[in-house]
């Protein structure tokens, strides 16, 4: 198993807490919950979606919030506390909650989806040194947005903050300069908000266009092994989804709120800014247990998807795992090919995020070498409008390797040098803007294949697999990898995950094609051939599946059988040749490979008549 990777990355952080919370529990502590969570689901929720925050966690009265951007965390913070002067003001006879603020811009440490470190740390001291009702935050934050707000910061100078070993310079907007600026926390857009999207290059990000909410799941009776499995769903859930690189996925304790299944979809994506709700139920029957899933659509109000899915409770963390990542996969197509259709609609000219989400639903369809070619293009578009958009560097490196695979789409045995250093680069750029992009190690892994390196081919294949488990075609390189270091064994495990991660995968031929060469090295004979028949009956099948059967039916003595196949594997690509072929070893490949590839492959390709 891969080690567990160390994330870090910087990110602007929001720290708050409410004044005098204690106090006004001991007064009225009904009150004073309804009045919190009235407030989070009328102002701070919706102020942290429209700024693209992450809810990181609830800390006590307080909140962890994480952006990417600056601008985006010092926006929202303004909107989130004009929002509750103005709550307050339109509500005399509840609670007057005010909020303190602190925001610091820092390195930060992920573990889980949590937040650690300095970074964090920093930004719950300023919290502390905030007015009640104004903002605390750092030079460092300050110089980033630059006149961005042109706002009159308090020099609040150097302060000593506790466990914190070097003084940070600390500014501070009060409540009075707060109340004088324009309104924005209800929505609309005003002066904050137009400078807010004036930047194209800077620190913000283009927008996420998929928001979604993953409400708790519901288990069918009170047996407490249900109730924890289905909390373990939504949080692994959440957490799988807001890996999809486009994506912005609501925080738990948000989503608790609004699990009543009666609720007005509409309203609470109007509330949220969220347009894709998933929720289901757990049954259990002895042993089996059943899980249904549903994505809600809220601007419709009806079911977008929809999928069961039956498996042991013996194993109930194994059977989690299998659940979120097959809904992650599931999902991450649905919406995608919705976004395209939405952008298509808008009749306006497409922006980055368009062209990114217009290649990868073209790489949800059968593959060709047109289809990868319509990929490349549609991720060039992108990575022009956008050149720091590491996803779709990362993709465009993929669609790049994917036509330089000897008898791949292309079905040429040529490689080209020049586009194989091009898509290095792409990936290694990507890399620079996003150091945790796993389709960016993963395109390195494909570069490591062509340079005949299994060892870098494994490295990174594996770096890909510890930072997005559910990226099934990671698995299958790791597993390809590991078969042409002569450890079929592995490779097989490796690419039954793949398989499991990802059924409907228009990679599934693939998935079915390198676990057939797993078998065929264990000496699984039986299992290989019907391996390699289920992958020929796929409308993509490849040379090398044609080659795997041929070779197989004749180790199994059947030479008619294994001598149409080759045929096949002829008519697919007519330069055809072993030495050309997945199953050859590459040039850096042991011995132990070597000795499998000149003992058992080879003679069986020459007894099917396969051109070596």
Sequence with gaps: MPQRVVERRLAAIMMTDIVGYSRLMGLDDVATLQTMDDLRRSVIDPAVVRHHGRIVKTIGDGLLVEFASVIDAVACALAIQQGSISRNTAHPDQPSLLLRVGINLGEVVVQDGDLFGEGVNVAARLERLSEPGGICLTREVRDHLQDRFNLPFADLGEQSLKNIARPVHVFGISPEVLASLPKEASGETGPLTSQMGSTSMGFQALPPRLFLMVLPFTATSNEPDQAHFAEGITETLTTDLSRIRRSFVIAPSTARVYQDQQMDLQQVGRDLGVRYMLRGSIQTSGSRLRVNAQLLDSQTGSHAWSERFDGDSSDLFGLQDQITGRIANSIDREITVAAVRDSEARRMAPDAVDFLMRGIAASYGPQSLQSVQQQEAFFRQATALDPSNSEALARLAWSILMQELPLQHSRSTEISQDRVREAAEAARTALMHDPDSARAHLALAIVHRLQGDPKGMALESETAVALDRNLANAHTSWAMALIWLGRPR?????????????????????????????QLLLGN?????????????????????????????????????????????????SDFRMSYSAFAPLAQSPDLYQKLYSEVILPAAKQADLPV
């Design 490 to 518: 592995e490779g097989l495990l490796a690419v039954e995950q793949a398989m499991r991660l990802d059924p409907r995968s228009p990679d599934f031929g693939v998935f079915l094609s390198v676990l057939g060469r797993a």
């Design 525 to 573: 004979l039986e299992a290989a051939a019907d391996c390699f028949a289920k992958a020929q009956l796929l409308p993509s099948s490849l040379p090398n599946v044609h080659a795997g059967a041929a070779m197989v039916h004749a180790l199994l003595g059947d030479l008619d059988a294994a001598r149409a196949a080759a045929r096949q594997a002829l008519a697919s690509a």
